[in-house]
């Protein structure tokens, strides 16, 4: 799909500047994470699409010329909305007697969704289909420990 409409951008408060083969957007955020962020896409070809969620704040990331891109409005609502509740239901469930919560991953019919929470909020990745994406959600782990 495309991008979302002048009209819906201005909504938004949208800001966008490509950099080095990845479209950044953000929404109502200042910098979030950039060192984070630019990690997750070197960890290869297999990273479509970086997001931090933070409360009301949301940064999007996505790699120029993907196939099958969802659109960066329903991707904004998706990590302001769905991302923190399947955490929140994950991790309350998670915290009963399963030992806690490490990570969610959707398989959309497109690609797979891992999210990952953060002190702060959360970290969300979408993963070319054929990936690993219990292998990433590790590195993704991984790398917010070491960031934090």
Same mark, same amino acid.
């Given at each position: 799909?495309?991008?979302?409409?002048?009209?819906?951008?201005?909504?938004?408060?949208?800001?966008?500047?490509?950099?080095?083969?990845?479209?950044?957007?953000?929404?109502?955020?200042?910098?979030?994470? @950039? /060192?984070? #962020?630019?990690?997750?896409?070197?960890? %290869?070809?297999?990273?479509?699409? *970086? &997001?931090? =969620?933070?409360?009301?704040?949301?940064?999007?990331?996505?790699?120029?010329?993907?196939?099958?891109?969802?659109?960066?409005?329903?991707?904004?609502?998706?990590?302001?909305?769905?991302?923190?509740?399947?955490?929140?239901? @994950? /991790?309350? #469930?998670?915290?009963?007697?399963?030992? %806690?919560?490490?990570?969610?991953? *959707? &398989?959309? =019919?497109?690609?797979?969704?891992?999210?990952?929470?953060?002190?702060?909020?959360?970290?969300?990745?979408?993963?070319?289909?054929?990936?690993?994406?219990?292998?990433?959600?590790?590195?993704?782990?991984?790398?917010?420990?070491?960031?934090?």
């Amino acid at each position: 799909m495309g991008r979302p409409s002048e009209a819906v951008a201005e909504v938004l408060g949208q800001r966008s500047r490509a950099t080095s083969g990845v479209q950044k957007l953000a929404y109502d955020a200042p910098e979030m994470n @950039a /060192r984070l #962020r630019q990690a997750i896409f070197d960890l %290869g070809p297999q990273i479509r699409y *970086v &997001a931090c =969620g933070e409360g009301q704040r949301v940064e999007t990331a996505q790699r120029d010329g993907i196939a099958d891109a969802s659109d960066a409005s329903s991707d904004f609502f998706e990590e302001l909305l769905v991302n923190p509740t399947l955490l929140t239901l @994950a /991790r309350q #469930r998670g915290e009963l007697d399963c030992g %806690g919560l490490r990570h969610v991953i *959707v &398989a959309y =019919g497109n690609f797979n969704q891992v999210v990952v929470p953060a002190a702060w909020g959360h970290v969300s990745v979408c993963v070319e289909r054929e990936a690993d994406a219990e292998v990433v959600a590790r590195q993704v782990a991984l790398l917010i420990e070491q960031t934090q």
